[in-house]
């Protein structure tokens, strides 16, 4: 994890960045106000101060590991992931632990807005998306149809492809 609330990491000797067992996490206990889980470290990196706050980097299907930090349950999960049918079924999965997660730039808008960063999701996850909303099943849908190619593989938008500014604006 990255505490990104120099105030918070006053509670843990100063240190920003924590790398712990899952039952040390459990532990932890931090009176956070909001945790962002990220899919790889190079976006976790990039975050900048901000109060109340942690990101944890979530390492795809991982992220339901997350349900054993009870910890969690008293703050909102923001949940930032690729936009493909994977981080989409890991944005349901997440939300089987943690009902109160927010997806944050997974939505067709940011999709679109992007088109020229897309590259291909080869090997799409068909598992179903409990849990998601209707803009978010939606787009799931959308991405497995083939809606936005007519042919060839499937599209995906990798979050650390998306411009930085626009990002940590949106978070």
Not at 149 to 169: D, H, N
Request: negative net charge.
């Amino acid at each position: 994890i990255r505490i990104l609330d120099p105030t918070l990491r006053s509670m843990v000797g100063g240190v920003s960045d924590l790398s712990v067992r899952l039952d040390e996490l459990a532990t932890l206990d931090l009176p956070v106000r909001v945790a962002l889980v990220v899919e790889n470290q190079q976006t976790a990196l990039a975050c900048q101060d901000l109060p109340g706050a942690i990101v944890i980097m979530g390492g795809g299907f991982a992220v339901t590991e997350l349900g054993r930090v009870p910890w969690l349950d008293r703050a909102p999960l923001l949940y930032w992931g690729d936009i493909d049918t994977a981080g989409l079924t890991i944005l349901s999965a997440l939300r089987r632990h943690h009902a109160r997660t927010v997806s944050c730039l997974m939505a067709e808008a940011t999709l679109l807005r992007f088109r020229d960063l897309w590259s291909d999701e080869d090997v799409q996850t068909h598992a179903a998306g409990e849990g998601l909303r209707p803009d978010e099943e939606s787009l799931r849908l959308k991405l497995l149809s083939g809606h936005y190619r007519k042919q060839g593989p499937g599209v995906r938008l990798e979050q650390e492809r998306i411009p930085w500014p626009f990002a940590w604006s949106a978070i």
